[in-house]
């Protein structure tokens, strides 16, 4: 490959001025606030996460999130698309801006998470929940289509989505014409196999990791750049899968599946022969998003040079979606 391997820097995002985020606070509570904790929960190159803590205020705590283009797509997610009532999401209190960073102070579900936390019962109940959501969507598909900001992965658009990818791989020179033919034959099965499923709002990167228990519900948080109109079985494929992302809620993967059949009136032994070929079409869009951070001057990752991750996403992929 043309670029330097040695080159695997990450420029973290660099987080606003004190003074704009405590006018920020000011703002959005209608008086000066004390804080009284700050946890940051993240910093990477596109994001930046923090729960701030206060005293004598209500809420008592809020998500403080700053993200780069594309990340702010949470922002119009969270206006546009997402009704918490549905997709048991957090709540976008506030938004603001701050040349090309986007801030939103966002409800505070809590830090008990299904990665940890999951037992048979809450698995169960989030399995039938999921179904719920995904079912409620598919209702309002053309109201999400119309709103023209995710990522529409269905019939002729899949195979579009995957030459497209393939050919953007070769042009940044992660990949030869070799790959990207072997890889547009994968996404030819996938497309077969999938094309004419159900559309609904897919999460697409439904980990236990990003959902939290709160009382008697599960809550999703992290919806994002992954997020697209696709088939629900690719929620189902990774949260269900043997990520260490699942944590605990791996040793209930059946009991998922089981719920989840149950609640949408699918046939179990359907989903789960259809399962490898929604994880190669996640594994996918996370390499559409390796080729992003590419073709914006980034060639590294928390793990390593892009081009070498590109390599072991694409080993994933025919793993599962075997010609």
């Known amino acids: 490959m ?6 695997q820097t990450i420029k973290l995002l660099e987080p606003v001025p004190e003074e704009l985020l405590t006018s920020w606070l000011n ?3 209608g008086k000066v606030v004390d804080i009284s904790e700050r946890t940051v929960l993240r910093h990477r190159d ?3 996460v923090e729960r701030i803590r206060f005293n004598e205020a209500l809420p ?3 998500i403080y999130k700053l993200v780069l283009p594309p990340w702010d797509i949470e922002q119009d997610l969270h206006e546009r698309v997402l009704v918490p ?8 209190y506030m938004s603001a801006h701050h040349g090309s960073t986007t801030a939103m102070f966002m409800e505070d579900l809590g830090t008990c998470y299904m990665k940890e936390s999951a037992d048979r019962e809450s698995c169960q109940k989030f399995a039938k929940n999921l179904a719920r959501m995904h079912r409620a969507y598919s209702y309002r598909i053309e109201e999400i289509v119309e709103a023209n900001i995710l990522r529409h992965l269905s019939g002729e658009k899949l195979q579009d989505f995957g030459y497209s990818l393939a050919r953007k791989l070769c042009e940044l020179e992660s990949i030869d014409r070799a790959t990207a033919g072997d890889l ?3 996404m030819d099965l996938v497309a077969n196999r999938l094309g004419g499923e159900t559309l609904t709002l897919v999460h697409g990167d439904l980990y236990a990791e990003n959902v939290v228990l709160r009382q008697t519900k599960q809550q ?3 919806w994002s750049w992954f997020t697209s109109i ?3 079985l690719i929620d189902l494929a990774t949260i269900t899968s043997d990520h260490e992302k699942n944590g605990v809620l791996r040793q209930f993967k059946e009991d998922f599946l089981e719920s989840y059949c149950f609640e949408s009136g699918s046939e179990k032994s359907q989903i789960i022969e259809l399962l490898p070929m929604a994880l190669a079409l996640e594994r996918f869009l996370f390499l559409s998003w390796l080729a992003e951070r590419k073709s914006r001057g980034i060639f590294g990752t928390t793990v390593g040079h892009v081009d070498d991750l590109v390599a072991q996403v694409i080993e994933q992929i025919r793993a599962s979606a075997k010609l």
């Open 2 to 7: 043309a670029e330097s391997k040695s080159d």
């Open 27 to 29: 703002e959005f509570y």
């Open 46 to 48: 596109f994001s930046y």
């Open 60 to 62: 008592e705590s809020l």
């Open 85 to 92: 009532s549905i997709s048991n999401s957090a709540q976008l």
């Open 184 to 186: 547009e034959k994968r």
């Open 220 to 222: 999703l948080i992290d």
């Open 230 to 232: 696709g088939t629900a």
